[in-house]
């Protein structure tokens, strides 16, 4: 059982680049989410999605997009790569979304570097 | 606005020691808190999920308990050994559906 899979485990981008962050996770889940841990600042809510088909945004969501077009898959878009996007990326995932509120499961983590 | 503190920041003790780990919150309109726990360069992993109408919860030698009155909840390690080094978050799902989390504590066990 992989749980959550993120890929890449690390990646470096030139300011303007665009990329994509992978997740996926095989437990059948419907709530699916994105955060950045930044030092000082704790883990923030970037995008969320309660199902297939549907997206909200977090606390802190411009510079990115979202979509969920299967239950397995929540890629996370980078569209202009700017150096304030330096962070860790951790995706999460539980069986429902809020307010069911069931255990939080992790990725283990991108780290980007934008120069 | 839900804030969630966690104190202290960081925690130094020898192995064999019982200790509690805190974490408060200021909006008592929570539907669960959870408690995870991150090794250097890892993802969480989830130790415990209290739901609101709960008091505690325990696996192993992990200890829960929520107070939702005075906004806190705290986390009993009995034993410790140097494996449970590592920072701990504790993670508090306001009703509005937002998890909102602590910034931890981080915690070494000395052999």
């Known amino acids: 059982n992989a749980g959550v899979t993120q890929t890449p485990k690390f990646q470096v981008l030139k300011t303007g680049q665009s990329m994509t962050l992978q997740c996926a996770q095989d437990?059948?889940?419907?709530?699916m989410s994105w955060y950045r841990q930044d030092p000082g600042m704790g883990l923030r809510l970037i995008h969320y999605?309660?199902?297939?088909?549907?997206?909200d945004q977090g606390e802190v969501p411009n510079g990115y997009n979202v979509s969920r077009s299967t239950t397995e898959d929540f890629p996370l878009r980078l569209l202009s790569a700017a150096p304030s996007q330096t962070s860790v990326y951790f995706c999460?995932?539980?069986?429902?979304?809020?307010?069911?509120?069931?255990?939080?499961?992790f990725g283990n983590g991108t780290r980007l570097t934008v120069t | 606005k839900q804030e969630v503190t966690q104190i202290p920041a960081a925690l130094s003790v020898p192995e064999g020691e019982n200790l509690v780990l805190n974490c408060s919150f200021t909006d008592s309109a929570i539907y669960n808190l959870q408690w995870f726990r991150q090794d250097p360069g890892k993802g969480l992993t989830s130790l415990l999920l209290i739901q609101s109408s709960q008091r505690e919860q325990t696996s192993g030698r992990l200890n829960a308990s929520l107070d939702k009155s005075s906004g806190r909840s705290t986390l009993y390690i009995a034993a410790s050994q140097p494996g449970d080094s590592a920072t701990y978050l504790c993670?508090?799902?306001?009703?509005?559906?937002?998890?909102?989390f602590g910034q931890g504590t981080t915690l070494q066990v000395k052999p």
């Open positions: 999605s309660v199902g297939a088909g549907i997206t």
């Open positions: 993670a508090v799902r306001h009703d509005t559906g937002k998890l909102i």
């Open positions: 999460a995932s539980s069986l429902q979304g809020p307010p069911y509120g069931s255990p939080l499961h």
């Open positions: 437990m059948n889940h419907e709530y």
